[in-house]
DNA sequence: CTAAGTGCAAACATTTTGCAATCCA
DNA sequence: TGGATTGCAAAATGTTTGCACTTAG
């Protein structure tokens, strides 16, 4: 999805909710949509600090994500390190998270088998999906490699 | 796995550790097991401070609960309410869960055709898993046909 | 004895909120 | 014009921590 229809999207949800569309939330939602990388508030926060445009505070950032995440422009996730991060949703298909416990990177993968056994499971229990996440901790493979290679010279 | 048995192996998790057995500690771990519903560290506190026996502060609950969850007693799980819940790892096997959006209802399900489908996808990316959740958000049976009740006699 | 544990209150960290001033539509 | 929005700082919230005192082993 290109960069102007997205803004429109944005629009046309402000409008749809009768809010306005402020130098603030422009600025927040561009930004935003600028990094193609999972991010924190406080990140966007900060960048939008050090960055030259319209001044936006915290407490704007934060009500505008909030925004952001309820017209599913983007979705919040828990990467476990005690603070939400953000992913674009609009332009993505859904997908799931491998979250490497050394380096923090976070990777994606999706398996539609996966999503299929979910449902399955949901029509057994009577039990209506709304949404899902699938969380796999573990290393991912530079980090793998280094700890195998450091475990077993310590071994020796 | 028996009371005693299981109390034993607390104290020998603790005398591997070097920690000791404390009244406070037998007090919240006797508390948490006997409790087979998800509970909160909240929740734990609420109940030693209502029941009579040893009185432990807030400080040492949370801590012991950390202690737990360290020595796979316990494991936590955000239930996306704002506040971890516990439950029992001894004597059960693992499962996943699905929460309830309407009354909060946590249920538990397990496939394990999902867990082989999560091994392979980490395999295909070089990722070394040491621990997964998945959380399916929803509604239960019971709020699920609530909703659709007063769903149709809106519409009607 | 003495390392470990406890209780207390203060500290934390992220996010939310009340309110007066400001700004879009 | 007037409801929506903003910035600020204070509040909220669940959890953690520093420290002086106590206790298990």
């Not at 990094?35 to 508030?41: I, N, Q, V, Y």
């Not at 600090?49 to 828990?78: C, H, I, M, N, W």
């Amino acid at each position: 999805m290109k960069r102007e229809s997205i803004i429109r999207a944005f629009e046309e949800f402000l409008k749809g909710r009768g809010l306005k569309l402020t130098s603030q939330r422009r600025r927040i939602f561009e930004r935003a949509f600028a990094t193609h990388e999972h991010f924190s508030a406080e990140a966007l926060v900060g960048w939008l600090q050090a960055e030259a445009g319209p001044r936006a505070s915290r407490a704007t950032v934060y009500r505008t994500l909030g925004l952001l995440v309820d017209g599913k422009f983007l979705s919040a996730l828990d990467a476990e390190k005690g603070e939400l991060v953000y992913e674009h949703v609009l332009g993505h298909t859904h997908h799931d998270h491998m979250l490497c416990l050394e380096c923090g990177k976070i990777e994606e993968f999706h398996d539609e088998r996966i999503e299929e056994l979910q449902l399955a499971a949901c029509r057994k229990k009577g039990f209506e999906l709304v949404s899902h996440d699938l969380r796999l901790r573990g290393y991912c493979r530079g980090c793998a490699r280094k700890r195998s290679l450091s475990s077993s010279a310590r071994d020796r």
